[in-house]
């Protein structure tokens, strides 16, 4: 969506959606609307509750039937299980997508990892096609004047026209640009707690040959699935960079993650926004 300053400024029901890897602040500066005008849409929240939500259970039900105590309890429905999935604690959706490793250490062979982020891949643009019906529902239902679409750090992975276009058309895209210093470190924060991720499969298959050839593994069952994800996040973070500018470029507009997170309030990041798009338009 492009418009002038202006035009942005005197939008009636603004709609926005925030890109950025995950540490660049997208979510910290959603919280710093108001939360009776805005509302918080997270991509992540969304395919966690909506579509990974029964992949989700089954995999955490398949490891606690592992156990006879639980197993027991749970084929005579003494129990149930259930996850509690928020938009400040996604910690299901990342136990489901997994690390590619040795299973006796937690991770998945590689056919399994590869399935789950596929599942993970359509969630995510199923999630994305969602975002009108939500702005219409915000309004409609919730009474929500504005809308802000937090995206997840992969959508610039998922190489969809139709996910890009349809953002585009129903939000102002704006993407968060990180400096250096900013970049590295959400690598090495990264590096401390590694977390499971999406990549684009040729990408992985690229990785993962040059990972196994460089540590001597002949297969993925003996690689330590905290080593894979450390050694390819600087590469997968290097890659991703190019395609949110690129995605900036062709339909939204950029800010600077430090002046994002110096703003106080929603009047700070208007401003911010309308400035932008004076300096890049054409």
Same mark, same amino acid.
Request: charged share 25%; glycine share 6%; hydrophobic share 40%.
């Given at each position: 969506?492009?418009?002038?300053?202006?035009?942005?400024?005197?939008?009636?029901?603004?709609?926005?959606?925030?890109?950025?890897?995950?540490?660049?602040?997208?979510?910290?500066?959603?919280?710093?609307?108001?939360?009776?005008?805005?509302?918080?849409?997270?991509?992540?929240?969304?395919?966690?509750?909506?579509?990974?939500?029964?992949?989700?259970?089954?995999?955490?039900?398949?490891?606690?039937?592992?156990?006879?105590?639980?197993?027991?309890?749970?084929?005579?429905?003494?129990?149930?299980?259930?996850?509690?999935?928020?938009?400040?604690?996604?910690?299901?959706?990342?136990?489901?997508?997994?690390?590619?490793?040795?299973?006796?250490?937690?991770?998945?062979?590689?056919?399994?990892?590869?399935?789950?982020?596929?599942?993970?891949?359509?969630?995510?643009?199923?999630?994305?096609?969602?975002?009108?019906?939500?702005?219409?529902?915000?309004?409609?239902?919730?009474?929500?004047?504005?809308?802000?679409?937090?995206?997840?750090?992969?959508?610039?992975?998922?190489?969809? @026209?139709?996910?890009?276009?349809?953002?585009?058309?129903?939000?102002?895209?704006?993407?968060?640009?990180?400096?250096?210093?900013?970049?590295?470190?959400?690598?090495?924060?990264?590096?401390?707690?590694?977390?499971?991720?999406?990549?684009? @499969?040729?990408?992985?298959?690229?990785?993962?040959?040059?990972?196994?050839?460089?540590?001597?593994?002949?297969?993925?069952?003996?690689?330590?699935?905290?080593?894979?994800?450390?050694?390819?996040?600087?590469?997968?973070?290097?890659?991703?960079?190019?395609?949110?500018?690129?995605?900036?470029?062709?339909?939204?507009?950029?800010?600077?993650?430090?002046?994002?997170?110096?703003?106080?309030?929603?009047?700070?990041?208007?401003?911010?926004?309308?400035?932008?798009?004076?300096?890049?338009?054409?």
């Amino acid at each position: 969506m492009r418009m002038s300053s202006k035009e942005f400024l005197q939008w009636n029901a603004k709609s926005i959606t925030l890109l950025a890897m995950s540490g660049a602040g997208k979510t910290t500066l959603a919280n710093k609307l108001p939360r009776d005008k805005w509302f918080h849409y997270s991509g992540d929240y969304r395919i966690g509750t909506k579509y990974l939500g029964e992949a989700i259970l089954d995999n955490i039900k398949r490891r606690a039937m592992e156990m006879p105590f639980l197993k027991d309890l749970l084929r005579s429905d003494s129990i149930y299980i259930g996850n509690n999935i928020s938009i400040d604690n996604l910690a299901p959706v990342s136990s489901f997508l997994g690390k590619v490793g040795n299973n006796d250490l937690g991770g998945l062979d590689l056919a399994e990892f590869k399935r789950r982020q596929k599942l993970h891949y359509h969630a995510e643009v199923a999630a994305m096609l969602d975002i009108d019906d939500f702005i219409d529902k915000a309004e409609s239902i919730y009474g929500y004047k504005h809308f802000i679409n937090d995206a997840g750090g992969s959508v610039c992975e998922l190489d969809n @026209e139709n996910v890009l276009a349809h953002l585009a058309k129903h939000s102002l895209i704006i993407y968060i640009k990180t400096s250096e210093e900013q970049n590295q470190l959400i690598i090495n924060r990264a590096k401390s707690s590694p977390k499971p991720l999406y990549y684009r @499969e040729q990408f992985l298959d690229e990785q993962l040959k040059e990972f196994m050839r460089e540590k001597g593994y002949h297969d993925t069952y003996h690689i330590p699935p905290d080593d894979f994800v450390n050694w390819v996040f600087p590469r997968l973070f290097a890659s991703r960079l190019p395609r949110y500018q690129a995605i900036a470029d062709q339909y939204g507009y950029t800010l600077d993650a430090t002046e994002v997170a110096n703003v106080a309030d929603e009047n700070e990041f208007m401003q911010l926004i309308a400035t932008a798009i004076d300096q890049q338009t054409n």
